[in-house]
């Protein structure tokens, strides 16, 4: 089945860059997705990319996509205190059966110092 | 934008009983709505896909007999954790996609956290 791998913690200082990694396996992910969970809360979206886009800038967020070696990243620029949490990748299936349904990373756990 | 409310946010029970925890959009309607659990410290893990009117589909290695699933309407979805046991502890979140909406599109609701004792 599909499989998505993330590294599980990083620490960074307040106004540094934040980049964390992601690894998939389904070559046939047509989404790609990060997630932020703050501590006892749901899911909060933060941004997504189309399998066949390479980057994708929203703001202090930079998504990089190397479809090739299967390997997303999400960059945050000048990271804050408020950055802290826990950032999940997702992918989702081309369709079919697959329609919709997320597979998650186990979650990469930021933190971030004054 | 879209919203997703559960109910309740936290529910404590005794071993035996049955938790029903409701999943509502409340500002569009939902085609599809996604259960998931998530154990302390771990990533989400998708239990099943509901769609509004049909039976839900459940991932393997999950009891359609101990999570019931109903999806009355584009609105409301409901998850029922029968004989729950300790073991069933854990964060529940579902997700919604709306009707017209497009594949990328999910909202999750804030969770609803259950501890059996």
């Known amino acids: 089945g599909e499989d998505v791998e993330q590294s599980l913690f990083l620490s960074v200082r307040e106004g540094d860059s934040s980049v964390i990694n992601c690894t998939y396996t389904?070559?046939?992910?047509?989404?790609l997705y990060w997630y932020k969970q703050e501590p006892g809360a749901g899911l909060q979206l933060l941004t997504y990319?189309?399998?066949?886009?390479d980057m994708k800038q929203d703001q202090r967020l930079t998504v990089l996509l190397n479809k090739k070696d299967k390997h997303l990243s999400l960059r945050i620029a000048d990271t804050q205190t408020g950055d802290s949490a826990i950032y999940f990748c997702?992918?989702?299936?081309?369709?079919?059966?697959?329609?919709?349904?997320?597979?998650f990373g186990q979650g990469t756990i930021l933190t971030v110092h004054p | 934008g879209a919203v997703v409310s559960q109910h309740p946010s936290w529910v404590i029970c005794k071993s035996g009983t049955s938790v029903k925890i409701e999943c509502r959009s409340l500002?569009?309607?939902?085609?599809?709505m996604f259960w998931y659990r998530q154990f302390p410290k771990q990533s989400l893990m998708l239990m099943a896909t509901?769609?509004?009117?049909?039976?839900?589909?459940?991932e393997q290695g999950v009891e359609k007999d101990k999570f019931l699933i109903n999806h009355a309407s584009l609105t409301l979805s409901t998850l029922t954790v029968t004989s729950a046991h300790p073991e069933d502890s854990s964060f529940y979140i579902c997700?919604?996609?709306?009707?017209?909406?497009?594949?990328?599109?999910?909202?999750f609701g804030p969770g609803t956290r259950l501890l059996v004792l």
């Open positions: 500002d569009f309607q939902a085609t599809t």
């Open positions: 990319i189309f399998s066949n886009m």
């Open positions: 389904d070559s046939s992910s047509t989404y």
């Open positions: 997700s919604a996609s709306p009707r017209e909406g497009r594949q990328e599109t999910q909202y």
């Open positions: 997702a992918e989702s299936g081309a369709g079919g059966t697959s329609y919709g349904k997320l597979t």
């Open positions: 509901s769609n509004e009117g049909s039976k839900a589909t459940y």
